[in-house]
């Protein structure tokens, strides 16, 4: 038994970050998050994931709360869960993956990323600042790694139930469209 | 005894896909890889790069290919490099791995990474069309993931020597800056 993981994402800015947004949310609902905040107003990106979770499966969210992020991050903590900020600056994820693992069994996680500059508050406030390795790289990077991390690879083989899936394959692509039927007997 | 890893990235759109190709350029910097391979003319990703080798230290290149990236898959082949594919529709990452992996010792790679399309060719030129899970999510996650599982986590630990350096803390930024003389006596 473990507990749910939400992704808060700071520094998004409308049009210019759509597409690393988007990569971002694409990859929490993929590596098993339960949802994403977003900490700006940015409609495109809700749609974009109603979109997958309607072909691919699942029920990921993503909810726009402005400029509240850390009215949110003292929420999530004061109800008890973990806040995991992902830095360069921070601790090692290999000197600390373990402790965070272990305390997951009975928290939610609330996994910060920002984007160029994030305020000290965060920090400050968070329960674990962890580097995803110390060079500059990319939140989606840090995000991917840090819950496959945390799901120990398991997250690769969620079983999302969508209409279409994909028959791993050789080469080329093959992918299957379930029927209304089929839903019914399987489900 | 491993090869070189080399990423080739194709699909890439001047302005548009900037922050995206720069993110991936940062992942395979970050994660190991020799060199990226850009299927376009952008001297903004290089120029970036380059900033970040002067800071951060290494020796990672990035070098634009134009649209000659096929001739490049066919060269790299037939030099003994074996061809991956990173794609959705691909075998899952976890039933090819130790096979890449095992080879690995004896050869170099090339994984092509691309955007929203790919030209059916790569499928069937590829070694290896591998999937980190069968569902929709980025190609820098892609990236970041199976460079992770290649080198086996080691990656995230390369001393990269560079002029700045991080170290790791529990909460705010610790960065030293290498003096010439400190350079000098340490290599």
């Given at each position: 038994m473990v507990g749910?993981?939400?992704?808060?994402?700071?520094?998004?800015?409308?049009?210019?970050d759509y597409r690393v947004t988007m990569h971002t949310a694409l990859v929490a609902r993929a590596f098993g998050a339960h949802k994403m905040l977003l900490a700006s107003y940015d409609d495109t990106i809700i749609k974009g994931i109603e979109e997958?979770?309607?072909?691919?499966?699942?029920y990921f969210k993503?909810?726009?709360?402005?400029?509240?992020?850390?009215?949110?991050?003292?929420g999530?903590?004061?109800?008890?869960?973990?806040?995991?900020?992902l830095t360069m600056y921070g601790l090692h994820i290999d000197d600390t993956i373990d402790d965070i693992r272990r305390r997951f069994s009975s928290s939610d996680i609330m996994v910060v990323i920002g984007a160029e500059k994030v305020p000290r508050v965060v920090y400050d406030i968070s329960d674990y600042n962890v580097a995803i390795g110390n060079q500059p790289h990319s939140e989606i990077a840090a995000l991917a790694l840090f819950l496959d991390r945390l799901f120990e690879g398991k997250e690769l083989k969620i079983d999302f139930r969508?209409?279409?899936r994909i028959i791993p394959t050789a080469?080329?692509?093959?992918?299957?469209?379930?029927?209304?039927?089929?839903?019914r007997q399987d489900t």
């Open positions: 749910k993981v939400t992704v808060l994402r700071i520094g998004h800015r409308y049009v210019r997958v979770n309607a072909r691919w499966g699942g993503v909810t726009c709360i402005g400029d509240r992020w850390l009215e949110y991050i003292k999530f903590k004061s109800s008890g869960s973990l806040i995991v900020h969508g209409r279409l080469r080329g692509k093959r992918v299957i469209e379930m029927s209304d039927e089929y839903e």
